[in-house]
Every structure is written in structure tokens, then in C-alpha cells.
């Protein structure tokens, strides 16, 4: 059974800490049972909830196909933010974009201490869907170990040594609104959670929902705990083939909701667990985004029918020839992979392309000119890079249709996240579903 232990707090170094948490006193830390690898019984709601919401993600990951080899960076660009957002690090598609292609570097960019935070994100839900989703691959505590220190490299690699907590006024486990387990259980707890992510039978909903409340109750890391525990999220659908193609954003809606979030957690924590009310909640959050990573997909697919057809407008305009470019021209070749590109230099399209940088430079200035692309400068007012503005206002968009809970976002107002996105020279977005 799960259980509170009683532990002292008496610190020894409080010279940093304001009066109520210097005082000594006695908290309860909350205990999990082990999860074994078989999934618990639900109640009739429950399971049918996730049975709902795993047919949703196979229609939706079908319905998607071939395109989600490329939608996805924008969905886990998309998931990434809203989960940092989530942890209180707010950003834009658009700098992320920025930031993940610069690397960060210096220079009047833009890049931020949060824009690196988020693009490590990118990279942690990347590797644990590429490495960790494979389902012939036995999960392991260092695997989990590995992928958080992705998320937050400015830590040591490992789970924690002492105890930490969970909110609250201060910085004491006395005031916290939550104080997971002490660090001698946390090896324990995470091998036998490494086991449950292994194993793939049952309901992949149910064992997603399930697996990611119980990292989040281990809180095995000083830091990153909850972009990890999101990021596992996408590992065990991998793993049981429930999305094939795509990632879908859960994180987006969650963000949508914290204090839903929150309270679906501590429902999960209850003793007895009121499992299957964190289990609906997952299931509804699973849903809608899926419905709204379809949406994202087919206004993309509309997307690059505008922006193509705004190229051969330019063209006709100006007089160039042939009007509708080769199969084989520079232009064309960007065209087609704005979706997973939308943030380009000279340098990245001559490598991508195989052209040389003169080449890359007139295309990136005609379809620049053309509207479809941004040009993007340094404080200095140096050029240092060319956005799809268009492309990265629907993740906007998509964010905004999550958090709100559908797609009208004209009228709606989210709590969190990204303002409204600006409509561009090419056409309008989608407002509504």
C-alpha cells in the first residue's frame, strides 16, 4: 500500500533561509506502491475513456501518415513548449526555432536561458522516441537517467541524493503542497518504474497516464522532473505502436489547465488512488490533442498550396522564367520542407540542398520578397537568418486551440500561453474548427 513516512526537518545550513523555513519541524513524505508491469483494473468509465481516446490517436497518427515524418518536429516543438510552459518557462515557436538552429549562440538573436532550456526539451522527447520507443528495448533507470540529463546537462547525472518537495509559500518541505518520496526509495521506485515503461500489454493510454503520475510522484531529480515525465509519455505509446508516425502534444492541453493537471495528479496520490479519475482526465487530454494535431497537418497541407501558389505569383509578376520553377530549383526544394524547417540561413540551405551559397541566397531572397519568408536581424541590424513565419503561427495557433480547449481561437482567450498569431501576406489561418 502507499504510505506517508515522517521525517524531521531541521537544516543544517539556514543562513539563506527566511524565518518560517528555518524552523525545525516534522513532514510527511508520500511513498508509492511499486507498479509491477501489469496495468490495474479501472473502473467501466475509466476504461472506456481510454479505449476512446486510443482509437482518437489511431485515427488521428493514420489520418497523418507519411506527413508526420516532418510534422513531428513541429509537434514535439509544439509539446516542448507547452510542457516548459507548464514549469513556468514561457516562449514562442518562433524563438525556439530560432534558438534551436543558432544553437544559442550569442550575438543578438534572441537566444535565452529559456529558449535553451525549451530546445533541450526538443532533443530529450526526440531521443526518448528514437532510442526509448523502440519495444525490443528494456527500459532502465539509466536510460531515464540519460534522458534527463538532456533536459537539465547543467546537473550531475543521476537521481537525487536528498530530499526535495513540490510547490508551496517557501523553501521547506513543512509548507510544500507536496513532498515526494525520501531519496532512499528513489532507486527502488524508478527501476521498478523502468520495468512498467518496458512492458507493452494492455491499454498503451492507460499505461502512459499511469506511468507518467507515478515519475511525477517519485520526483526522482533535483530538476527537469516534469519535461522528463512528459517526455516518457511519448516513449510508452511508441513503444506500443499506438502512434506510429506522428507525436501528438498531450503536454499542450495539460498547459491549458495546470490547476486541472495538478488536481488530476494529487488524485492519483489520494490513498486510496482515485486512479481513474486521473485516468479520464489523461484520456480527454489525449483526445483533444489529437484532434487538433489533424487540424495542425491539414492546415500545413493548405499552407504550402498558398505559399506555392504565392511564389508563382511573384514570379509572374516579375517576369521570371519559366514562371513555375523546375522540379529541381532551389526555391522549390525550400518550399517543401518549411514545415520541418522554418527557420533557414544560407548556410543550412546550401548544405541541405546541395547548392552553393549564391544559389541559396537568391532563392532565400525571392521567396523572401515573395512574402513567404521573414527576414530576421541581429541588434546590430545584421541579417542573421529567414523565418516561415506562416508555418510557425500555426503551432502558435495549435497551442492556442488546446489551451482553450477547441479550435476558435478568435475569440477565445487561454490562460497560458502564446498570444494570437499575426495573419501574413500569403493567407489567413485557421480561427476556427
Known amino acids: 500500500m502507499p504510505h506517508y513516512v515522517e521525517l524531521l526537518w531541521n537544516p543544517e545550513d539556514a543562513a539563506h533561509l527566511g524565518r518560517k523555513d528555518r524552523a525545525p519541524g ?14 490495474p ?7 472506456q475513456a481510454a479505449e476512446d481516446a486510443l482509437a482518437v490517436l489511431a485515427r488521428a497518427d493514420e489520418r497523418i ?54 530546445v533541450a526539451n526538443v532533443r530529450a522527447t526526440e531521443a526518448a522516441i528514437a532510442a526509448l520507443g523502440d519495444r525490443n528495448h528494456q527500459v532502465t533507470i539509466r536510460d531515464i537517467e540519460a534522458l534527463q540529463h538532456i533536459i ?42 523502468a520495468g512498467f515503461i518496458t512492458a507493452t500489454d494492455g491499454n498503451p493510454v492507460v499505461r502512459a497516464a499511469i506511468a507518467h503520475a507515478q515519475f511525477e510522484t517519485i520526483h526522482p531529480f533535483v530538476d527537469g522532473n516534469g519535461r522528463t515525465g512528459r517526455a516518457l509519455i511519448h516513449t510508452v505509446l511508441r513503444r506500443a505502436d499506438a502512434l506510429r508516425n506522428t507525436l501528438i502534444p498531450i503536454s499542450t492541453v495539460f498547459a491549458g489547465d495546470k490547476d486541472a493537471y495538478l488536481e488530476g495528479l494529487t488524485a492519483f496520490r489520494e490513498i486510496p488512488s482515485r486512479l481513474d479519475d486521473w485516468v479520464i482526465g489523461f484520456a480527454h487530454a489525449a483526445e483533444l490533442a489529437a484532434g487538433n494535431a489533424v487540424l495542425l497537418a491539414d492546415d500545413i497541407a493548405a499552407l504550402d498550396e498558398r505559399v506555392f501558389d504565392a511564389l508563382i505569383g511573384y514570379r509572374r509578376q516579375h517576369e521570371l522564367s519559366p514562371v513555375v520553377p523546375r522540379s529541381d530549383a532551389v526555391v522549390l526544394k525550400i518550399l ?11 548556410e543550412t540551405v546550401a548544405t541541405r540542398h546541395n547548392v552553393s551559397t549564391a544559389a ?36 502558435s495557433l495549435t497551442e492556442r486551440s488546446n489551451r482553450v ?12 500561453g502564446p498570444a494570437a498569431p499575426a495573419v501574413g501576406r500569403v493567407g489567413a489561418l485557421r480561427t476556427k474548427a
Open 26 to 39: 516534522r513532514y510527511s513524505a508520500y511513498v508509492p506502491d511499486e507498479l509491477g508491469t501489469q496495468l
Open 41 to 47: 483494473q479501472l473502473g467501466r468509465e475509466a476504461q
Open 65 to 118: 501518415g507519411s506527413s508526420g515524418g516532418y510534422l513531428s518536429h513541429l509537434l514535439i516543438r509544439s509539446e516542448s513548449i507547452s510542457s516548459s510552459w507548464i514549469e513556468g518557462n514561457s516562449i514562442s515557436p518562433k524563438k525556439l526555432a530560432i534558438a534551436e538552429l543558432l544553437d544559442g549562440r550569442p550575438g543578438g538573436t534572441g537566444s535565452t536561458r529559456v529558449a535553451l532550456d525549451v
Open 152 to 193: 537539465a546537462p547543467r546537473l550531475g547525472l543521476g537521481v537525487r541524493t536528498e530530499q526535495n518537495w513540490v510547490g508551496g509559500p517557501g523553501w521547506s518541505p513543512l509548507r510544500a503542497d507536496f513532498v515526494p518520496p525520501p531519496e532512499t526509495e528513489v532507486q527502488r521506485l524508478v527501476t521498478d518504474l
Open 336 to 346: 517543401k520542407t518549411l514545415a520541418a524547417e522554418p527557420v533557414l540561413t544560407i
Open 360 to 395: 541559396a541566397h537568391r532563392a532565400l531572397v525571392q521567396l523572401a520578397d515573395a512574402g513567404i519568408l521573414g527576414r530576421n536581424k541581429d541588434q546590430k541590424g545584421r541579417l542573421v537568418c529567414w523565418t516561415a513565419d506562416q508555418h510557425l503561427a500555426l503551432v
Open 405 to 416: 480547449g477547441a479550435g476558435d481561437t478568435e475569440h477565445a482567450k487561454p490562460r497560458l
